[in-house]
């Protein structure tokens, strides 16, 4: 199974940007899905996260701002992040808990970059 995340870029303060993460391979199925991010110089941090059954979960950096969803049907889930600000600047990657056969583990995508510049 691979993650493949897209939409990242360069953007000015108050700017929005619409990220993607599809999800492909075969005979597997998809639980838990989020984005988090990673500045330079810090640690990787969740910024949200939804549940097979559509249920979210933000931090609060974000809420109000950020809205995540996913399409099943895609095996896709997005993130639509609105008024940007300098400080969201990070690498941006999908993550998921995937089922493949009769196994599940964590799975990465290799990360998107979002610039907000001021």
């Known amino acids: 199974v691979q993650l493949v995340e897209s939409g990242g870029g360069l953007v000015q303060s108050g700017g929005s940007l619409r990220l993607s993460c599809a999800a492909s391979?075969?005979?597997?199925?998809?639980?838990?899905m989020g984005w988090y991010r990673q500045a330079p110089g810090k640690q990787r941090e969740l910024v949200a996260r939804?549940?097979?059954?559509?249920?979210?979960n933000y931090v609060d950096f974000v809420k109000g701002r950020f809205t995540i969803s996913r399409d099943n049907d895609k095996n896709t889930v997005y993130l639509q992040m609105n008024s940007l600000k300098p400080e969201d600047t990070a690498v941006y990657y999908c993550?998921?808990?995937?089922?493949?056969?009769?196994?599940?583990?964590?799975?990465w995508g290799q990360g998107t970059r979002v610039t907000v510049s001021s």
């Open positions: 391979g075969s005979r597997f199925s998809i639980n838990a």
């Open positions: 939804i549940t097979s059954d559509g249920r979210t």
């Open positions: 993550g998921a808990v995937i089922t493949v056969v009769t196994l599940t583990r964590d799975y």
